[in-house]
């Protein structure tokens, strides 16, 4: 069975600290991850997936299979990237997706 | 056209209404999905359709009944919903490119039984 784990419900730093969102996963097979954003009162929407290894809105995320992790890491976070924060494992053609429980971002001034 | 569209936006229904949710999306996408999303909790999938064959269905009660006109469109029809099934709707597409592909969500259909 596949599952993923964001261990943090709640993560508050404060404008111009580094931020790091966890997410674990459990797969048997070669997992996909993603990372979803969903800002106040605004639709689902892709963050960044692992297999295109870039840097969105200055966030990054890394595979990393031995210790079965995908964290979102920031530098420097924003007052704009307090939002929840969803990581999602698919399995390749299957469709068949599984998010986690998400974290909720606040960004303090 | 880069959107998933939903209607309706809110919807309010009693235990023994018939209604249906709508999702349309013009991206050329030959997947299509349905989720619930309780508040606070993440999205659960309901169902997926590929090339508008009905591929997953994730156990769903058959209350709901999706269906798939086209390769544009998806609807979930609703029949003797329960209070317990507010929530909101959301759809999604994706190009079904070969891998695991980026789903792109629809704003949802909040959904209220009383």
């Known amino acids: 069975a596949q599952r993923v784990t964001q261990p943090e419900k709640l993560l508050s730093v404060f404008k111009g600290a580094p931020v790091e969102l966890k997410c674990n996963y459990s797969y048997s097979g070669s997992p996909e991850l993603f990372w979803y954003v969903q800002y106040s009162r605004q639709r689902l929407q892709l963050l960044l997936r692992h297999i295109s290894r870039e840097s969105i809105k200055g966030f990054t995320a890394d595979l990393n299979k031995g210790e079965t992790s995908f964290h979102l890491k920031k530098p420097f976070a924003q007052e704009e990237d307090s939002a929840m924060y969803y990581c999602a494992l698919l399995r390749t053609n299957a469709g068949k997706s599984t998010f986690g429980d998400g974290t909720t971002l606040t960004v303090k001034p | 056209d880069t959107e998933v569209t939903q209607t309706p936006k809110h919807l309010v229904m009693g235990m023994t209404n018939k209604k249906s949710l709508k999702c349309e999306q013009h991206?050329?996408?030959?997947?299509m999905y349905w989720y619930k999303q309780k508040a606070k909790k993440p999205p659960e999938l309901m169902f997926v359709y590929s090339y508008e064959k009905l591929s997953i269905n994730e156990s769903v009660p058959s209350r709901f009944s999706p269906e798939c006109p086209n390769s544009s469109l998806l609807n979930l029809h609703l029949h003797a919903l329960q209070p317990e099934d507010s929530a909101l709707y959301l759809c999604?597409?994706?190009?079904?490119?070969?891998?695991?592909?980026?789903?792109?969500f629809g704003p949802g259909t909040r959904l209220t039984v009383l």
């Open positions: 999604a597409s994706s190009q079904l490119g070969g891998g695991a592909d980026t789903q792109y």
């Open positions: 991206m050329g996408h030959r997947a």
